[in-house]
């Protein structure tokens, strides 16, 4: 059997265990076998000579046992002019290592994803969500008796306060989902206040229980505020959570409950969704996991930070990309219109989504689990005419050489966007099912770097190109012309019939 047969997840309502575990066969290889051991990042540890064409002298500079230079050493690199020593230039960060982490490891170029060593494709064919929490948080997989603890804690906080129902009642119906969401965390932060440091001291932070109290309360409640999410636009009310359940189905069970107790979501879905959140669950230092750590080095309470990680999660460029894959599907429609988009995006007259991705150079292993998901989800939900699409758009793509010389392979988003439809999720709400197990990345790295020891209030610095110098003019001295201003901004219809009225201020 080959390794794609063997990797294959095999029909789950065959390989659905007691456990609700769906078995998948490893193959493992030589190379596999070979890299027990990491190799030397950027080469290892050792030193770096510089010369300075400016001045004509030579620096060493230290290189880690990570393959890094400290940026620091580059200030001792000056050459006149205002007496600032050297800085690197890297705009989105894209070769710049900001924090010393132990909890997840992409390599790019061999297509591999790994929480706190473990590769995901093992995770995700013997694991459970929250036992990957428990790893992904804790640093390593949990007794029987850790993950039973572990699992009551969290669902044990999985109802809202009252305060905070209020505050997400008070939304617009058609708020959108990640709106909600967003709302929703930001308040629980002030349903909490003896966690906060600005209210109960920048100390608070170094109680263990403090911490993980927090944690636990934000893995049991984002599933609730999902569901409220959800349910926003359809007018009804999510099923209160049910603690007796496990944590994927006990999600499915609030947005599908409706009013009896006694509903039980389908195991086979559940486990799918439960595979999806553990692929979800953390990746390494992106853009919201960036934005967490970011903003907690200010102190800022826990609630907060993550807030803000959601918020940056909600951009199309980050956790909206499957949305974008979905519609850029459903406007090729058939398989005979691939070739003009293929033309058209060589052209660039088409964007295609889904394909490319800032770390891998491979395919996306958690790509290759979603595509193998599908088949099982849509064996159940019915199949979806866009999955054809779908598979002859990655066949084309990958045997032309304009995007197999640009290392364009299928990421996360390109088949989960048509999974999450399958399940009858809505295209808005499809970020939120990101969210909902990024939460436990998030926590990680908020974890991760209240006890760093180099953890420092993030500041950037700046390359400043504007103006140098210039002194305050009077009104009737100054010109508009070729200067920047405010774009215009018509009036709305109805603020023209009020200002027409008489007494309207």
């Not at 190799?39 to 030579?58: I, S, Y």
């Not at 990655?394 to 010389?405: G, L, N, P």
């Not at 926590?443 to 760093?452: F, I, P």
Request: overall charge neutral.
């Amino acid at each position: 059997m080959n390794c794609d047969a063997a990797s294959r997840l095999s029909v789950l309502s065959r390989q659905v265990t007691s456990g609700g575990v769906v078995g998948v066969e490893r193959c493992d290889t030589s190379a596999e076998i070979a890299e027990e051991t990491r190799p030397a990042p950027g080469g290892g540890r050792g030193t770096l000579t510089v010369l300075d064409n400016r001045t004509g002298k030579k620096y060493t500079l230290e290189i880690s046992e990570g393959g890094t230079l400290n940026a620091q050493a580059l200030k001792q690199i000056k050459a006149g002019g205002d007496g600032v020593g050297l800085r690197t230039y890297d705009p989105g960060y894209t070769n710049t290592a900001a924090v010393i982490s132990r909890i997840s490891f992409i390599d790019g170029d061999k297509g591999i994803l790994r929480y706190r060593g473990y590769p995901i494709e093992e995770l995700a064919a013997k694991s459970t969500f929250v036992e990957t929490a428990y790893l992904t948080l804790f640093g390593n997989l949990p007794t029987t008796s850790q993950l039973t603890t572990f699992n009551e804690a969290i669902m044990r906080h999985s109802e809202l306060p009252a305060s905070v129902m209020n505050v997400l009642d008070a939304l617009p119906e058609d708020a959108h989902p990640m709106g909600v969401l967003l709302t929703g965390i930001c308040a629980l932060s002030t349903c909490h206040p003896e966690q906060n440091p600005a209210l109960s001291g920048q100390n608070i932070y170094k109680s263990r229980e403090v911490q993980d109290k927090q944690i636990v309360r934000l893995l049991g409640k984002m599933p609730t505020l999902a569901a409220i999410a959800y349910h926003k636009t359809t007018g009804r009310k999510p099923m209160h959570p049910n603690q007796r359940l496990p944590y994927s189905e006990n999600f499915m069970f609030m947005l599908d409950g409706g009013y009896n107790p006694a509903y039980k979501p389908n195991p086979r879905l559940a486990r799918a969704l439960d595979i999806l959140f553990i692929l979800h669950a953390e990746h390494e230092m992106n853009c919201s996991t960036a934005a967490v750590r970011h903003l907690a080095s200010s102190g800022v309470d826990v609630y907060t930070a993550v807030a803000g990680a959601v918020g940056a999660l909600y951009g199309p460029l980050h956790g909206g990309a499957n949305e974008a894959v979905l519609r850029m599907l459903a406007r090729i429609g058939t398989v005979e219109n691939i070739p003009a988009f293929i033309a058209g995006v060589k052209a660039k007259k088409e964007k295609m989504s889904g394909f490319g991705h800032r770390v891998y150079r491979n395919f996306d292993p958690r790509a290759k689990i979603i595509a193998e998901l599908s088949t099982e989800v849509f064996a159940i939900t019915g199949n979806d005419p866009l999955i054809e699409v779908a598979k002859a758009l990655q066949d084309a793509a990958r045997s032309d050489d304009y995007f197999v010389q640009r290392k364009l392979y299928p990421n996360v988003d390109f088949y989960s966007g048509l999974v999450y439809r399958a399940m009858g999720f809505p295209p808005q709400f499809f970020t939120v099912l990101f969210a909902v197990p990024r939460i436990v990345g998030y926590c990680a790295h908020w974890r991760e770097s209240l006890v760093d020891p180099d953890t420092k209030i993030i500041r950037p610095q700046q390359d400043y190109k504007g103006v140098w110098l210039r002194h305050f003019t009077g009104m009737a001295e100054r010109s508009a012309e070729g200067t920047d201003t405010l774009a215009k901004l018509p009036p709305s219809l109805a603020y023209a019939r009020r200002v027409a009225g008489e007494n309207w201020q």
